[in-house]
Antibody, heavy 117, light 108 residues
């Protein structure tokens, strides 16, 4: 059974950093593009970043470029998102999701990031 | 960046009725690279439709996606209590991938 489990969220002060993890089970994560999608409180979905199966091609949403680093460790079947210079507006639930030609098939339950002083 | 605008923001219908949700793109979505998701409160989104009209595995045929170019529609027939949720369209024709703002389907 395909499963994605995010972790690493929490409360962080503005300007702080956080690393999110997403562990995949039931499938070989290295075969897929993987993505992060976030959702602000009471808001819609926003695509954040993607990484190819080998981990050598990455893309970021324009508004977040320079403050994010997506990576993966295929030996651990795990995806990461390192976030820097966090802002209050970065608050939300961060989902990892498996890409399938650009749409998203298989989502984790999400991890909550709260940026507040 | 392709902007997706969904309408209406909220749709109030009764169980058994048919819902039609619209998604309009700011520019043509090539190859109909358009997906639809359903999100229940407190849950991650669930893929319903990809390629504008292809149902994902396990999605019943009451969910039907149509459209091309800039206009897309998700139709849900015979509404059941579990269908009342928020629905999002998403384009994957070009990066950055973008979502519509969502349509909330609520019980009338």
């Amino acid at each position: 059974d395909v499963q994605l489990v995010e972790s690493g969220g929490g409360l962080v002060q503005p300007g702080g950093s956080l690393r999110l993890s997403c562990a995949g089970t039931g499938f070989n994560l290295s075969r897929y593009w993987m993505h992060w999608v976030r959702q602000g409180p009471g808001k819609g979905l926003e695509w954040v970043s993607r990484i190819n199966g080998e981990g050598n091609v990455t893309t970021y949403a324009g508004s977040l470029k320079g403050r994010l680093s997506i990576s993966r460790d295929n030996t651990k079947n795990t995806l990461y998102l390192q976030m820097f210079g966090l802002k209050v507006e970065d608050t939300g639930v961060y989902y990892c999701t498996r890409g399938a030609g650009g749409y998203f098939y298989g989502w984790g339950q999400g991890t909550l990031v709260t940026v507040s002083s | 960046e392709i902007v997706l605008t969904q309408s209406p923001d909220t749709l109030s219908l009764s169980p058994g009725e048919r819902a039609a949700l619209s998604c309009r793109a700011s520019q043509s979505v090539s190859s109909s690279y358009l997906a639809w998701y359903q999100q229940q409160p407190g849950q991650p989104p669930r893929l319903l439709i990809f390629g504008a009209s292809n149902r994902a595995t396990g999605i019943p045929d009451k969910f039907n996606g149509t459209g091309s170019g800039i206009d897309f529609t998700l139709t849900i027939s015979g509404l059941e209590p579990e269908d009342f949720a928020v629905y999002y369209c998403q384009q994957y024709a070009s990066s950055p991938y973008t979502f519509g703002q969502g349509t909330k389907l609520e019980i009338k």
